[in-house]
Structure formats: structure tokens, C-alpha cells
């Protein structure tokens, strides 16, 4: 407090003052229109490293649901090719029981031949079942089929696949991954030997009494990796709504820490224009001198 | 007595009373000029016992020395503050909380690597994952060359500060010698406010210990003691290129007092004032900080190229993969790989495996120690949270000095500066005192007149 008043010292104090209130309406006024509490760093450094890491979390979880996506087309994709390949299975089985009997004629069996070839293609091309120019049941691969082709030279039915033998990972979590392909060899060789014996045996006139029950057992092994495809894409999509759950908290936390409270900004906004409207009809006062009031 | 006794007494009041007014009147003049002290005439009487008439003893600048000397040291701490300040801030405009800041382009960059793990013989896929590693090092590069630019500056300001400094030196010491010279009344005051005012310019450049003569000269000393005037000699400030290599490689300059030889005997110590601050940041903070971004860049930059690397790492081709990444740290970070097929994604010969580009995706939440622990985003976002703290550090200091300064100001214009008021309420009483002293010369030449028509 300074005890004698002068007249520069009067007119300085209040510049000073103006000047802080204007550079503090200023940044309310930025604070306002950006809608941001953290427009740099020095806002509130903590609150800035959080804000970076939330915001490398979210792009990770977003990047994370991106693959999840791509594995739920996947998986419905499988579950699709199973679905069309168990009802190949199913007349092959029917064309089985009806070939088997007593009734049946060479020639009417090696008609039904016919039919099954046309089905044992039609199972291969469900192995070999592609997305987007990538082979479902053998680990995602592109380029040549993994199933061998029925009219293919060197064809053996109790060895088609040549694609490889581990599963394709994607990713369901920052640090996890979970399985979305099997390998072919185990979900369709079975059902292959099994449609490609019956084939042979109707070719040869012969009652297909074995391929019955072969056609059950791949059935079978069909069905299984069937409920193995159901219960991934049932996890797949449990894991999507946790994540969805994640990154709408990690949404809510970053525009807790970088977001303004609008009602708080726009009050100390009003509070600063009137304390400068104030400030500046106070410097009017100043104009007065003791020259207003004496007569040299 | 004699009779024309009071003719002399009024003839002395009435030079005492304008040259009162005359001061009063410079005061009034000046009212607007910075730095200027008031004057007060000092009236004394004249002579012994009754007879006496007045005089003007002297005509002093009413100042404190003490505040004066608190005013020049606040001048430098807000100088410091000030330079600060300017620098935090531009530090902090490198490394921004939202837009492209290298954080985001890090998330780009593992969000890629992320897609190239669920796709990872797409070409485009692929093509992404190196324009994002692109744009990422783009980002270190370009924070890092905004580091050496900021060093930069930093240095040229301290070169151009010594070239600033040395016509204040040469101003001192030519005020040191024309003061003694003078007296009150030919403008003594008025270069000891010049003197005045040239110190505290210099006080904000760098720190200074002034020592006031009884001659009326003034020595200027450096804080480390070095002297920078001393009477009307004054030393020349040099800042010569040293062997050390700034951040763009570089020579910095070392700033000194010239000898008589021609060398540059280096100020020891910190130097304070804008000068120290310059110095801090040119040799400790900038780099500092470009250390913590080359350890961010040389970490990603070994932690991406061992991936890729990895013997049974594979390209889209079958081949071992190569380096994704080149440079010696973050001045100099680039994508080194231009064909996206050269992206080692598997850890085998088999299409379509992506085991490798899981393992570049990993990376993201590793813990790595040459961060000290930290994984590579974490650290990112530790360095904004210290750049941000030194800004708003900065920020407070500034207003804090800001605060001193201006409190110490006050303090001194309360002293020291001209109060319109009063010196109006001085003007009236000057012209009374002259009036008074006009009545005295009608009354004398009265008496005067009647004791000669006493004689006719």
C-alpha cells in the first residue's frame, strides 16, 4: 500500500488492471468458444498426460473393435459355409441310405455317382470358402486354394488341405488375441473321405453301407466346429459391447479432462466483462484534477 | 537596518519564489516521462538574525535509494521471468494437447500396424502403415527441429543482447562522466534519472550490483563481480563462438567482457536477468528436453526396427524384413523402408500371417527402459505433462515478478513520482509567496517615496 498517490501512478494501476482483466477475458473467451478446459498443456499438465494416454487408449480399443469387426464377418462367413456344407452332408447321407438297399441298380447307382461328385465339389468349394479373396477355413491365406480341386490330377481325398496348420489371431483386447480360423484339415477331411468314398462306391456299382456311418462321424465333426464358430462369434460379440462399454467411459473421461464446464465458463466470462466495464468507468474518474477546481 | 533592506529581502524572495516555480514547473512538464524523479526546491534563509532574505539552497531529486536498488533487482528477476515465459510457451506450441501432436500420430501409427495384423497381405493396408510411420517421425522431426530453432534463438539472443548491452555501458559511463560535472540547476537531476533509467534497461538484460560514488558516479558490476563500468570507463560485452555445438550442430557463443588485448574473458557464474535465462535454456532446458525426444525417437525407432528385423521375421515376398526406421534420433528419424511389401507382417512363409505385425502391435504397451519403465505413449504424455508444468511455472513466476515489480514501482512512485495535485497546490503557493514578495517591493518603494518627499 503506498501512502501518496500520484497521478502516473494512478493512470499505470489502471492499465495494469485492464490489461490482466483483458487477458483473462481473453482466455475465457477461448475457454468458451472452444468448449476446452485443456487447450494446451500448461491448463493443467497432469490432466494433459492423462488426456494423451485416454486418447491412445481409445485410438487402441477403436483400432481393437475394427478387428473384432473384421472377425465377426469372418465367423459368419464359417458358420455359413458349415451351414451349406452339413446339408450337403445331409443328401449325400440320404443319397447313401437310398443307394444302399437291395433295390438299387448299378446303373442307378452310378447315376447318384454322378450327384455326389457334384456334392464333393460343392463341399470343397465350401472349404474353400473365401472373404474378400482370403480362404475362412485356412487361416485367413490368399492365393492358391487350400483344398485340393476334385478334378485335380493328383487329387486325394484323405489328404486335400495344404493350407497351414495354426489359427489366424486377431486381436480382442490391448495385450490379447483370440483365435478366429481352424485349420481346415480338421473340420473338412473327414467329410471329404467320407463323401468321396461314397462317390467311389456308387462309381463301382457298390452298395455305400460303410460311407453311412463315415457321413455321420464328419457330420459330427462338422456340427462341433459349427458350435465352436456359434460360441465365437457369440464371444466376439460380448467382447464388442465390452469395448463399446470402454470407449464410451474413455469418451466421458476425456471430455471430463479436456472439456469445459460451459455454465462455469460462461459465468466467470460475464463476471470478467462486467469487472472490466467497471474498471474502465472507474478510470473516468481519473479525468477530475484539482485544476477542475481552482482558479489560478 | 537600512532602508533599502527590505527591497533586498524582497528582491531574494521573489528569485527564490520563481526558481521554486520553475522547479514545480518541471515537475508539471513531466509528469508523463518515465523514470523522471521529482524535484523539490530546498528553500533556506539568507544571512543571520533579522536581516535575512531566502535562497534556493539546492534543488533535490526526491528519491530512496534503498527502493531504488529493490527496483533493479525485481527488474532483472522480471527480465528472467519474462524470457521464461516467452520460451515455455513456445516449447509448450511444439508439443500441443490436441491436433496432430506426436501422440496422435503414435495412436495413427499402432492403429495401422493394428489393421495390418488382421490384414496383413493388403497392399493398401500395408501402404497405410508406412505413410502413418511417416507422418510420425515427420512429427518427432519436425518437434525436434522446433527444439534446435528455439536453441537457436536462444543463442542469437544472447549474442544480440551483448551488442544491445554495450551502447547502456557506453551510455552509463559517459552520464558518469557529465554528472559531476554539472550542477542541480543545469540538469544534474535529470542525467542522474538518465543514469538511472540506463541501469535499469541494463538490469533487465542480465544482473547488476551498483555501487554510487561521492563524486556522484556510478560502478556497474556483474553479478559474478566482473566489472561492467566503472567511472566513466566503460567494458565491452562480447560473445565469441565456443567449441560447444548447439542442437543443429552448430557453434554457441559464450558471452564475456572484451580485455585490453582483444580476448573475451567469459562472465563466470549465473549471469540473471534475461541474459541467465538465455543461458539456462540454451544450455540446460532445450536440451533436456530434445534428450527426452531423442530417447522417445531411438526407442521407437530400435523397438519397431527389432520387429521387423526378427530373423524369422517375413516380408510379403518370404524375405527377412529390413529396418522400418532410420536416423540417429529424432533430429533425423525417417521411414527408411519405401516398398509396403517390405513389411515383415508374419513370422513364417505362410500367407496371410500376421504374428509379427501382432508383435509391432504389442509394442504399444510395452514397457521399455530406456523410458525409464514407460511405455512409448505413456512418455509422451509425461513430457507434455513437463512442458506444460514449466509454462505454467513460467506463467506464475512471471506474474509474480510482474506483481514485485509493479509493487516496487508503486513504491517508488509514491516516493519519487509527480502528483499533479500537488504540485498544483505548490504552483499556488509559489505564486503567493511571489505575490507577497511583489507587496513587499510596493511597500519598500512606498517608504522609499515618502522619505524623499520628506527631503523635497
Known amino acids: 500500500m503506498v501512502s501518496r498517490v500520484t497521478t502516473s501512478l494512478l493512470y499505470r494501476e489502471l492499465v495494469t488492471r485492464v490489461g490482466r482483466l483483458q487477458t483473462r477475458l481473453a482466455a475465457a473467451n477461448d475457454e468458451v468458444s472452444s468448449q476446452r478446459r485443456l487447450r494446451e498443456a500448461s491448463n493443467d499438465p497432469s490432466g494433459a498426460a492423462l488426456a494423451a494416454r485416454l486418447q491412445g487408449e481409445k485410438a487402441d480399443v477403436g483400432a481393437v473393435r475394427s478387428a473384432l469387426g473384421f472377425a465377426t464377418q469372418v465367423v459368419a462367413r464359417q458358420d455359413l459355409a458349415l451351414d451349406q456344407s452339413d446339408r450337403i452332408l445331409a443328401r449325400a447321407r440320404e443319397i447313401a441310405t437310398l443307394t444302399a438297399n437291395g433295390t438299387a441298380t448299378v446303373e442307378s447307382r452310378q447315376q447318384a455317382a454322378v450327384e455326389v461328385a457334384e456334392l464333393e465339389r460343392g463341399l470343397l468349394a465350401q472349404a474353400n470358402t473365401e472373404l474378400s479373396g482370403r480362404y475362412v477355413f485356412a487361416g485367413l491365406t490368399s492365393g492358391a486354394a487350400p483344398f485340393a480341386s476334385l478334378d485335380d490330377s493328383g487329387f486325394d481325398p484323405l489328404n486335400p488341405y495344404s493350407g497351414p496348420a495354426t489359427p489366424f489371431l486377431v486381436r480382442s483386447g490391448p495385450d490379447q488375441t483370440v483365435a478366429i480360423t481352424t485349420p481346415g484339415d480338421q473340420v473338412f477331411e473327414p467329410a471329404i473321405a467320407a463323401i468321396d468314398g461314397l462317390r467311389v462306391a456308387l462309381a463301382a456299382g457298390q452298395a455305400p453301407t460303410a460311407s453311412i456311418d463315415e457321413l455321420d462321424d464328419a457330420a459330427t465333426v462338422l456340427r462341433a466346429e459349427r458350435t465352436i464358430v456359434g460360441g465365437r462369434a457369440r464371444r466376439l460379440s460380448e467382447r464388442d459391447g465390452d469395448l463399446n462399454a470402454v470407449e464410451l467411459n474413455l469418451e466421458k473421461r476425456l471430455g471430463t479432462v479436456q472439456g469445459a464446464d460451459l455454465t462455469e465458463s460462461i459465468s466467470r466470462l460475464v463476471q470478467l466483462q462486467t469487472a472490466l466495464q467497471a474498471t474502465l468507468e472507474a478510470g473516468r474518474t481519473l479525468q477530475a484534477s484539482l485544476l477542475d477546481s481552482i482558479q489560478l | ?456
Open chain 2, 1 to 456: 537596518m537600512s532602508i533599502f533592506t527590505p527591497l533586498s529581502i524582497a528582491r531574494s524572495a521573489l528569485v527564490a519564489q520563481q526558481r521554486a516555480l520553475s522547479v514545480t514547473g518541471a515537475n508539471i512538464a513531466n509528469v508523463n516521462t518515465p523514470g523522471y524523479t521529482r524535484q523539490r526546491a530546498v528553500l533556506s534563509p539568507v544571512g543571520e538574525g533579522e536581516a535575512g532574505g531566502v535562497r534556493v539552497s539546492t534543488i533535490e531529486r526526491v528519491v530512496d535509494r534503498l527502493l531504488d536498488a529493490r527496483e533493479l533487482r525485481s527488474a532483472s528477476a522480471l527480465g528472467s521471468a519474462g524470457v521464461e515465459r516467452d520460451f515455455a510457451d513456445r516449447v509448450q506450441a511444439l508439443f500441443p494437447v490436441d491436433g496432430s501432436n506426436i501422440g496422435t500420430a503414435l495412436d495413427d501409427f499402432f492403429s495401422a500396424a493394428s489393421e495390418l495384423s488382421t490384414h496383413p497381405e493388403e497392399v493398401a493396408v500395408r501402404s497405410d502403415l508406412l505413410a502413418r510411420a511417416d507422418a510420425l517421425a515427420t512429427r518427432i522431426r519436425s518437434t525436434a527441429q522446433g527444439l534446435a530453432d528455439l536453441q537457436r534463438d536462444a543463442d542469437g539472443r544472447i549474442v544480440d543482447s551483448a551488442r544491445d548491452v554495450n551502447p547502456i555501458l557506453a551510455q552509463i559511463a559517459r552520464l558518469n562522466r557529465s554528472i559531476p560535472a554539472a550542477d542541480p540547476s543545469s540538469g544534474a537531476n535529470e542525467l542522474a534519472d538518465q543514469r538511472r533509467q540506463a541501469i535499469a534497461e541494463l538490469a533487465t538484460r542480465l544482473d547488476v550490483r551498483v555501487v554510487e560514488r561521492p563524486n556522484g558516479t556510478a560502478d556497474v558490476f556483474a553479478a559474478s563481480g566482473a566489472a561492467l563500468v566503472l567511472g566513466d570507463q566503460a567494458a565491452e560485452l562480447a560473445a565469441e563462438p565456443t567449441s560447444d555445438l548447439g542442437l543443429d550442430g552448430s557453434a554457441l557463443h559464450a558471452l564475456g567482457v572484451r580485455d585490453a588485448g582483444g580476448g573475451v574473458i567469459p562472465l563466470a557464474g549465473p549471469l540473471g536477468g534475461e541474459l541467465g535465462a538465455l543461458q539456462e535454456l540454451r544450455d540446460t532446458t532445450l536440451p533436456d528436453d530434445a534428450g527426452a525426444l531423442d530417447a522417445f525417437a531411438t526407442t521407437l525407432r530400435d523397438a519397431v526396427n527389432g520387429v521387423q528385423t526378427a530373423a524369422s521375421g517375413r516380408d510379403l515376398d518370404g524375405l527377412v524384413g529390413q529396418p522400418l526406421f532410420s536416423g540417429t534420433g529424432a533430429a533425423d528419424l525417417a521411414v527408411a523402408l519405401a516398398d509396403p511389401r517390405g513389411i515383415a507382417a508374419a513370422l513364417s512363409a505362410t500367407p496371410g500371417d500376421n504374428a509379427n505385425a501382432l508383435a509391432l502391435v504389442a509394442l504399444r504397451t510395452t514397457e521399455f527402459p530406456s523410458l525409464s519403465g514407460a511405455r512409448l505413449g505413456d512418455f509422451h504424455g509425461d513430457l507434455l505433462a513437463q512442458v506444460g508444468g514449466r509454462a505454467r511455472d513460467a506463467a506464475d513466476r512471471l506474474t509474480v515478478a510482474e506483481n514485485l515489480a509493479a509493487s516496487l514501482s508503486a513504491q517508488r512512485e509514491s516516493v519519487s513520482g509527480v502528483s499533479l495535485e500537488e504540485e498544483f497546490t505548490d504552483l499556488i503557493r509559489f505564486q503567493h509567496g511571489f505575490q507577497a514578495a511583489g507587496q513587499l517591493v510596493a511597500v519598500s518603494n512606498r517608504l522609499l517615496d515618502d522619505l524623499m518627499g520628506l527631503v523635497r
